[in-house]
């Protein structure tokens, strides 16, 4: 396939697959004006070939649907494409050296960042001590977010630079610092990051996002997380150049401030709760491995507060929960704004939870009744799920085993919208889907088909746009081309994966995303008819 310029052209795809449900068996499809204009067979594609600007030859590729992101930081996600990756690390010492490199090789950095460390998987079993730090990193800036960004390990250096951190709540001397403690290091280290550098990381991170075939992304941002020059900052660059469409959302309880910035909810990481590996989720039971049950940052009745003026203003409201009790705090404060404002009106601003992983039969039908989209992430459980995963560590087999339940919360019709959390796990589209077919815990797997259009028109509709992330005439034209082997109809049941490719189910095959085969290459990303990736010639 030739390079495109990233014009709006009338272009004729044909001679692959075209996953549509408009025609099962379409090869071909033609855009026009940034729209979809038609699918269908080879034959008839004859008819428009001599009147587009562009015919691709498609050469066996499959063409789908972009996918969507639905919860992502984009500049954490960029500075840790540019920054140090301490995801691989294997054991305390490998980490420790990693940084000691890291360090040596960044001499004119003002602030030195890390991400993606995670002692529940290192023989040690315990983080990086301060003093540690100070020493292999020669008394400098030091902020080194564990993998769920709950927590962080830092040096005396940046702890200089955040005063009154040593009296803020989460502040502990030798280990990571959590809640207030850990929100005033990462502030002061993100503050130290120059306007260059950031811009430098949104656009590496949006980059990426589009050599992956993600044509959307929805940015989580807030002041705990962010800053709104970084929000704003964002939101300017992806108007500004070609790339993924990116929808802000802005944590905090401030309709008009969320409305200022260029929201469209003051939602995404609004904390209920923490996270499972930092010990900070809310849960109705103590933790397996700690004395306590978590910290709640938002009671019922600020949930309701929120969720009402959210909806009276017309804008989502959404939230952070990953533990029991504060999912649970999060329908109740939803139904009670629902008791003031109408339960219709409730249900037709299409509220959102974050990562909703601690879940139980009421909680699933709470989100049902109030019309909450359940923004999840499935590679969660394919990194922290399994019999000696973190969840089991945090929480025992038993409640490890409730988590994440996807098939019960589309069953129950919850609708579904998956994202990556990135960078707490990676950019990893068709891994995420395969995570969510081939859950760690049988009874949770959902059809590939069902976990792709939760990655695709799941996050359209988490936005409001039921007309979006499907290739029919009329929708966006938001797609990706992709080198792939046969393709399938997977879906779950109690034993084994069940297989299907007979044509008179008329089901659109996917890619086999069984564990162990090869993911989909993707080939070129298009985002409203504009070329936006191209994969260089190999």
């Not at 840790?80 to 890291?102: H, K, N, P, Q, Y």
């Not at 938002?298 to 929120?306: G, Q």
């Not at 919208?417 to 889907?433: E, H, M, R």
Request: with cysteine.
């Amino acid at each position: 396939m030739s390079e495109s310029t990233a014009t709006v052209r009338t272009v004729l795809l044909r001679g692959g697959e075209v996953h549509s449900p408009a025609d099962p068996f379409a090869t071909a499809m033609v855009v026009e004006r940034g729209q979809v204009a038609w699918v269908g067979s080879e034959g008839a594609a004859d008819a428009f070939a001599d009147g587009v600007d562009e015919v691709v030859d498609l050469q066996g590729a499959l063409v789908t649907p972009a996918f969507t992101d639905a919860h992502v930081h984009t500049t954490s996600t960029g500075l840790a494409l540019t920054g140090l990756d301490l995801s691989g690390a294997r054991t305390l010492d490998e980490a420790m050296a990693l940084v000691r490199d890291f360090a040596a090789g960044r001499p004119a950095d003002r602030v030195l960042l890390g991400h993606g460390w995670d002692a529940s998987r290192w023989p040690e079993q315990r983080a990086p001590r301060r003093d540690e730090l100070d020493e292999v990193v020669g008394g400098r800036p030091l902020y080194l977010s564990r993998i769920d960004v709950h927590s962080a390990v830092v040096t005396t250096a940046l702890l200089d630079l955040a005063p009154g951190v040593r009296r803020a709540a989460g502040f502990q001397d030798r280990a990571p610092l959590t809640r207030d403690a850990h929100h005033a290091v990462r502030a002061a280290a993100f503050a130290a990051v120059t306007p260059e550098q950031r811009t430098e990381a949104q656009r590496a991170a949006l980059r990426h996002a589009v050599s992956l075939g993600i044509g959307s992304v929805h940015e989580c941002g807030g002041p705990e997380i962010s800053s709104e020059d970084d929000f704003t900052g964002l939101l300017r660059l992806a108007a500004e150049e070609a790339g993924p469409r990116v929808v802000g959302y802005w944590a905090e309880q401030d309709v008009e401030k969320a409305r200022a910035l260029g929201a469209v909810g003051a939602a995404g990481d609004l904390f209920v709760d923490g996270a499972l590996g930092s010990h900070t989720a809310c849960l109705h039971e103590p933790y397996a491995d700690a004395d306590h049950a978590g910290t709640a940052y938002l009671d019922t009745a600020a949930i309701a507060a929120h969720v009402v003026a959210c909806t009276e203003a017309g804008l989502q409201a959404g939230f952070h929960a990953i533990g029991d009790a504060a999912v649970t705090a999060v329908v109740e404060g939803m139904r009670a704004a629902a008791e003031k404002v109408g339960l219709a009106r409730v249900r037709a601003a299409r509220h959102r939870v974050e990562h909703a992983e601690m879940l139980t039969p009421e909680t699933i039908t709470g989100f049902a009744d109030l019309g909450l989209t359940a923004s999840v992430q499935p590679a969660f459980d394919a990194l922290w799920g399994g019999e000696d995963g973190m969840y089991v560590q945090r929480l025992g087999a038993e409640r490890a085993r409730s988590l994440n339940p996807y098939a019960a919360l589309l069953r129950t019709g919850v609708p579904l919208a998956f994202g990556s959390d990135s960078p707490v796990t990676p950019l990893d589209p068709w891994g995420s889907v395969r995570a969510a077919a081939f859950h760690r815990t049988p009874e949770h797997r959902v059809s590939v088909r069902a976990a792709f259009t939760a990655h695709t028109r799941g996050g359209w509709r988490a936005v409001g746009r039921d007309d979006a992330g499907v290739l029919v005439p009329g929708a966006p034209a938001d797609y990706a081309v992709w080198r792939t082997d046969e393709l399938v109809v997977q879906a779950p049941d109690d034993r084994v994966a069940r297989w299907s490719t007979d044509p008179r189910s008329g089901t659109p095959g996917l890619p086999d995303l069984t564990p162990g085969a090869q993911l989909p290459v993707c080939l070129r990303t298009v985002v409203g008819g504009r070329t936006v990736f191209v994969r260089p010639e190999e």
